[in-house]
T-cell receptor, first 111, second 115 residues
Framework: DGGITQSPKYLFRKEGQNVTLSCEQNLNHDAMYWYRQDPGQGLRLIYYSQIVNDFQKGDIAEGYSVSREKKESFPLTVTSAQKNPTAFYLC??????????FGNGTRLTVT | AQTVTQSQPEMSVQEAETVTLSCTYDTSESDYYLFWYKQPPSRQMILVIRQEAYKQQNATENRFSVNFQKAAKSFSLKISDSQLGDAAMYFCAYSHLNSGYALNFGKGTSLLVTP
């Protein structure tokens, strides 16, 4: 089955530690995206990538970093510089102007 | 930057009735895409309906239809014959080539369906 896999579903980290969220897709989509969701807020764009080895900042990129070394993979690193990292993170992919296909998300808790 | 506004944080509808969720957006572009997504308690994002701005005809998907008013920059979602399974957060979203077709979301409307 084609789809987007985010792992793990729940992630716990201590404050001051970097943490990497995994996102893998087997849909052969060129574009991939990372969103953050907080209570009472819509989804906010962190980073997106339209092709391998290229990515652009979204609206809230500060404190985050990404890489796109393979078409299938778009990992997100939440660095210690991110002031409020506890949130629900969603990865998505798409081809052209079509609708985004989303993964099931990762709930990150930093204490 | 484009903004998407959903002015109804919560809505309620009785089973089998019809409900309309509102969405307005701000853009200076003429060619763009609009979407409604549903997010049930599982938090999975599910595409409900999609509209291309160049198409005058309103999109429909079974019980779901939109009222797309391009001049007014309005994109409302109508759910007919509401079912208990329709209860969820509904997000309106906008996309354009300039941002790699990334979706710009509104803050969402929580829909409650009562028996």
């Amino acid at each position: 089955d084609g789809g987007i896999t985010q792992s793990p579903k729940y992630l716990f980290r201590k404050e001051g530690q970097n943490v990497t969220l995994s996102c893998e897709q087997n849909l052969n989509h060129d574009a991939m995206y990372w969103y953050r969701q907080d209570p009472g807020q819509g989804l906010r764009l962190i980073y997106y990538s339209q092709i391998v080895n290229d990515f652009q900042k979204g609206d809230i990129a500060e404190g985050y970093s990404v890489s796109r070394e393979k078409k299938e993979s778009f990992p997100l690193t939440v660095t210690s510089a991110q002031k409020n990292p506890t949130a629900f993170y969603l990865c998505a992919s798409s081809v052209g102007p079509g609708a985004l296909h989303f993964g099931n998300g990762t709930r990150l808790t930093v204490t | 930057a484009q903004t998407v506004t959903q002015s109804q944080p919560e809505m309620s509808v009785q089973e089998a009735e019809t409900v309309t969720l509102s969405c307005t957006y701000d853009t200076s572009e003429s060619d763009y895409y609009l979407f409604w997504y549903k997010q049930p308690p599982s938090r999975q994002m599910i595409l409900v309906i999609r509209q291309e701005a160049y198409k005058q005809q309103n999109a429909t998907e079974n019980r779901f239809s939109v009222n797309f008013q391009k001049a007014a920059k309005s994109f409302s979602l109508k759910i007919s014959d509401s079912q208990l399974g329709d209860a969820a957060m509904y997000f309106c979203a906008y996309s354009h080539l300039n941002s790699g077709y990334a979706l710009n979301f509104g803050k969402g409307t929580s829909l409650l369906v009562t028996p």
